[in-house]
């Protein structure tokens, strides 16, 4: 089992940043790739980003491909989403996800634990 826990959210006006944290116990956080994904009211749960159990590897959505950065501190068991020059389609609650092994995914159903969430609103 791999809990994770969210946090970093809120409001920012179009053009700010927010950095995004995913805290990550009960098993070894580098045997874990980890992703980001978004879900919008009204909308599917959509990818954002995805990082391999290394941090060698990342993948972005062509939506937030040059304004968001996935990250990994796998001593701190910490995953991270910098998000610049944010939109406001870029509101939705944010949860990052993690699956064993070192390939990284860019689908809902190919991860094995998620977090809770956290709300991120841009206004305009």
Same mark, same amino acid.
Request: aromatic content about 12%; charged content about 15%.
């Given at each position: ?11 920012v006006?179009? *053009? *700010?940043?927010? @950095? ?19 879900q919008?009211p009204? @909308?599917? @749960?959509?990818f954002?980003?995805?990082?391999s159990?290394s941090?060698?590897? %990342? ?5 937030v491909? *040059?304004r ?19 939109? +406001? ?11 064993f092994? +070192?390939?990284?995914? %860019? ?9 809770q ?8």
């Amino acid at each position: 089992q791999v809990q994770l826990v969210e946090s970093g959210g809120g409001l920012v006006q179009a *053009g *700010g940043s927010l @950095r995004l944290s995913c805290a990550a116990s009960g098993r070894t956080f580098s045997s874990y790739a980890m992703g980001w994904f978004r879900q919008a009211p009204g @909308r599917e @749960r959509e990818f954002v980003a995805s990082i391999s159990w290394s941090g060698g590897s %990342t993948y972005y959505a062509d939506s937030v491909k *040059g304004r968001f950065t996935i990250s990994r501190d796998n001593a701190k068991n910490t995953a991270y989403l910098q998000m610049n020059s944010l939109k +406001p389609e870029d509101t939705a609650v944010y949860y990052c996800a993690a699956v064993f092994g +070192p390939t990284t995914l %860019t689908i809902v159903a190919g991860y094995d634990y998620w977090g809770q969430g956290t709300q991120v609103t841009v206004s305009s």
